[in-house]
């Protein structure tokens, strides 16, 4: 079993950026592909972005392709999402998900753990 732990949201304006991070507990990180994924007030929870469990696969939502990174260390059994040119349809909570299967998955009933969230709030 994995705990996972989101930090890094907060209040930015349009056009900057954010970190985020998502640090798991357990020696056996490196096992778990992840993901990130967000729900807005009043709208499902929607893929985002996922990694494989080396990081050297990556896959992305449409919508944050191009301004957004996810990326991990494993040595610090942590993944990151970095948002870049945000704007205020990024808004939501954003969850970090872990997953043991093989490959990258964007549908949420795919992944086994998940974390509180954090609160990403972009203004115009």
């Known amino acids: 079993q994995v705990q996972l732990v989101e930090s890094g949201g907060g209040l930015v304006q349009a056009g900057g950026s954010l970190r985020l991070s998502c640090a798991a507990s357990g020696p056996t990180f490196s096992v778990y592909a992840m993901g990130w994924f967000r729900q807005a007030p009043g709208k499902v929870r929607e893929f985002v972005a996922a990694i494989n469990r080396s990081g050297f696969s990556t896959s992305y939502a449409d919508s944050v392709q191009g301004r957004f990174t996810i990326s991990r260390d494993n040595a610090k059994n942590t993944v990151y999402l970095q948002m870049n040119t945000l704007k205020p349809g990024d808004t939501a909570v954003y969850y970090c998900?872990?997953?043991?299967?093989?490959?990258?998955?964007?549908?949420?009933?795919?992944?086994?753990?998940w974390g509180q969230g954090t609160q990403v709030t972009v203004s115009s």
């Open positions: 998900a872990a997953q043991r299967a093989y490959g990258l998955r964007s549908e949420p009933s795919a992944y086994e753990y």
